[in-house]
């Protein structure tokens, strides 16, 4: 069965550096999106992504947040000069029209 | 503002004692109510999709039911296997708003 895969499973960077998070959704899936869950908290939506542009933001996406779609298959955040409380698991997921979102197992970005 | 609701937090059960999940909303125009299964250390498993009151959606052991302002969770005789954290969403204006789960141990 196709899924979504994100790399890297866990990444640890310096507080101020930028780090780009990876995905590579399901591959007829037309809609992407990125989520954060910080330890112990809810599921966050941060950015949905159609036709190559953000379609919804939530408030947590600010200008230090970034997406794109490079090529045909990666979808990327790019979360630049990051902060301690940046720190979580990000998840990134795809769907079809009218379908629900299948989910990667995520990303622990670790921030020291 | 919390628009989605979860409780209990964490529900502890024998192995085949029934029980339900609760997902309470307050949003309008509800576009759907989603139902997933999150393990430890992996991302959110799809269960089921609702769309307006009074349906129902059955698979295996779970049933999930949805009225104009909550939604459950059935689970009959669970298994330790179910064990893991139930989370439901909604989706409404592209944006997709999650519960805080709740987290179900199931001992044999």
């Known amino acids: 069965e196709p899924e979504v895969t994100q790399t890297p499973s866990h990444q640890v960077t310096q507080m101020g550096q930028e780090v780009i998070l990876r995905c590579v959704p399901i591959?007829?899936?037309?809609?992407f999106y990125w989520y954060r869950q910080i330890l112990g908290q809810k599921v966050e939506f941060l950015v949905s992504?159609?036709?190559?542009?953000?379609?919804?933001k939530s408030e947590i996406f600010d200008d230090q947040f970034s997406v794109e779609r490079p090529d045909g298959s990666n979808f990327t955040l790019k979360i630049r000069s990051t902060k301690l409380e940046d720190s979580a698991m990000y998840f990134c997921?795809?769907?079809?029209?009218?379908?629900?979102?299948?989910f990667g197992d995520g990303t622990r970005l670790s921030i020291l | 503002e919390d628009q989605v609701t979860q409780s209990p937090e964490a529900l502890r059960l024998q192995e085949g004692e029934s029980s339900s999940l609760n997902c309470s909303y307050t949003?309008?125009?509800?576009?759907?109510l989603f139902w997933y299964r999150q393990d430890p250390g992996k991302g959110p498993e799809f269960l089921f999709t609702?769309?307006?009151a009074g349906e129902e959606k059955e698979k295996e052991r779970l049933k999930a039911t949805l009225t104009k302002k909550e939604s459950f969770l059935h689970i009959t005789a669970p298994k330790p296997e179910d064990s893991a954290t139930y989370l439901c969403?909604?989706?409404?204006?592209?944006?997709?708003?999650f519960g805080s789960g709740t987290k179900l141990n199931v001992k044999p």
């Open positions: 591959s007829n899936h037309l809609y």
């Open positions: 949003v309008s125009g509800l576009r759907g």
């Open positions: 609702l769309y307006s």
């Open positions: 969403a909604l989706y409404n204006f592209n944006k997709f708003y």
């Open positions: 997921a795809s769907r079809e029209i009218n379908q629900p979102q299948h």
């Open positions: 992504f159609y036709n190559n542009e953000i379609s919804e």
